[in-house]
């Protein structure tokens, strides 16, 4: 089955600097490829995701990019501000079903 | 905007009782999962349901485990003979397709003692 590598698994930045946190997968078949922030005593919450047509997607500070050959994909946060302090995972779908990376904790620092 | 529900925020359990955990998806998605995340590790997919029936399932989704909708709005998921290692936070998600996406639940924390 799918196996998702998440590095690194805690992530300290200054306000206004950005974020990087990647992602591997082995089953070259996964084509989508959600990334989620999760709160303190929240669920799982969609921020951006990319297809396994597409190689980059931006949405105003973050911006996701897809290695389909090297089967690895990259979640980056410009601009960073305090509130984007959370865990985020990322994700691959392969068939009908969902795999996980392990999570970033993500600390911005004011 | 619509969000998915999950009843109790934490639910205690002795080991071998059995637990019922409810979501309530968002109204008009037609697929719904439950997921669960043992205290840090990977969330990890337990079963997709469809059309009033298993869609998919991991293979951590033994016999101890089922599902259910057994109206217009419930999803359950019920562990019968709770083991300790069922400790975790299970969440529930809904999507409107099978490769849309999909919207998490708050959770729910199960402590096995």
């Known amino acids: 089955g799918e196996n998702v590598e998440q590095h690194p698994s805690t992530l300290s930045v200054q306000e206004g600097d950005s974020a990087v946190i990647k992602c591997t997968y082995s089953d070259s078949a996964s084509n989508y490829f959600p990334w989620y922030k999760q709160e303190l005593g929240k669920g799982p919450q969609l921020i951006i995701d990319i297809r396994s047509n597409v190689g980059e997607k931006k949405d105003q500070r973050i911006a996701v990019t897809l290695n389909k050959t090297a089967k690895h994909f990259s979640l980056h946060i410009t601009e960073t501000q305090p509130e984007d302090s959370a865990v985020y995972f990322c994700?691959?779908?392969?068939?009908?079903?969902?795999?996980f990376g392990t999570g970033t904790s993500l600390t911005v620092i004011p | 905007e619509p969000e998915v529900t999950q009843t109790p925020s934490h639910q205690v359990t002795q080991m071998g009782q059995e637990v019922i955990l409810r979501c309530v998806p968002i109204s008009n998605h037609l697929y719904f999962y439950w997921y669960r995340q043992i205290l840090g590790q990977k969330v990890e997919f337990l079963v997709s349901?469809?059309?009033?029936?298993?869609?998919?399932k991991s293979e951590i989704f033994d016999d101890q485990f089922s599902v259910e909708r057994p109206d217009g709005s419930n999803f359950t998921l019920k562990i019968r003979s709770t083991k300790l290692e069922d400790s975790a936070m299970y969440f529930c998600a809904s999507a409107w397709g099978p490769t849309d996406t999909q919207y998490f639940g708050p959770g729910t924390r199960l402590t096995v003692l």
């Open positions: 349901f469809y059309n009033n029936e298993i869609s998919e």
């Open positions: 994700a691959a779908r392969s068939g009908n079903q969902f795999y």
